[in-house]
């Protein structure tokens, strides 16, 4: 069973430009959820998505965005960006399904998107 | 809000010591508690878990044990390896009416000199 993928594994961009970063979860899990690692900040958790809609959003400003296909590939972008996105970007998935008492549930990460913007 | 914190690193230790890694939480109900590992230029892999209270999750002779008590999941091995080299974290899973979302602690670095 494949892991999940995140594409490119590094990005250099400039000030100011869009970045546009993909993950591809195990295949039949449903929902995906993005985090942003920094030395600083640590593991902070951007996004989540299940069945193409966004479900729970961290404290991220807007120029952050993502959205999820049909096939439950994600997709995340930042507009704008600014030195402070340098960062490892990491997608996971999992098999949670609606049900509120489901615990059994894990996230499988990917290895990461390093972004450095420059 | 829900919170998770690890002791601070970084652990440094010589090849077959015990290791302990702390980690207490700040939740309302009852989290699953997660913890893992990071190697050098990789994502994050899950090392163990427990999904209630005196919940033993155990791995490749990693054990923890969900306390509610101390709201602790501290982080044992009896003899650790070089290869144990590596980020930990701890984490508790905060679910709002369906919607999942991690939370981390800070991060330990692990050092193991053989």
């Known amino acids: 069973k494949a892991g999940v993928t995140q594409t490119p594994r590094y990005l250099i961009k400039t000030r100011g430009q869009q970045v546009t970063l993909s993950c591809s979860p195990i295949s039949g899990h449903r929902s995906v959820s993005w985090y942003q690692q920094t030395p600083g900040q640590g593991l902070q958790f951007l996004f989540e998505y299940f069945s193409e809609t966004q479900r729970n959003k961290g404290n991220f400003p807007g120029r952050f965005s993502g959205r999820q296909f049909s096939n439950s590939r994600s997709e995340m972008n930042v507009s704008t960006l600014e030195l402070g996105d340098s960062a490892l970007y990491l997608c996971?998935?999992?098999?949670?399904?609606?049900?509120?008492?489901?615990?059994?549930?894990?996230?499988?990460f990917g290895q990461g998107t390093r972004l450095t913007v420059v | 809000g829900n919170s998770v914190t690890q002791m601070e690193g970084p652990v440094t230790l010589s090849e077959e010591a015990f290791l302990t890694i702390n980690c207490t939480y700040t939740?309302?109900?009852?989290?699953?508690l997660f913890w893992y590992v990071q190697y050098p230029g990789e994502g994050l892999q899950l090392l163990l878990k427990?999904?209630?209270?005196?919940d033993k999750g155990s791995n490749k002779g990693f054990e923890a044990t969900y306390r509610k008590e101390t709201t602790s999941f501290h982080l044992e091995k009896g003899s650790v390896q070089v290869s144990d080299s590596a980020v930990y974290f701890c984490a508790l899973n905060e679910d709002r009416g369906g919607a999942q979302k991690l939370v981390f602690g800070q991060g330990t670095r692990l050092t193991i000199n053989p």
């Open positions: 996971a998935s999992s098999s949670q399904r609606k049900l509120l008492w489901d615990m059994n549930t894990e996230a499988f």
């Open positions: 939740a309302t109900g009852y989290p699953s």
């Open positions: 427990a999904t209630k209270a005196d």
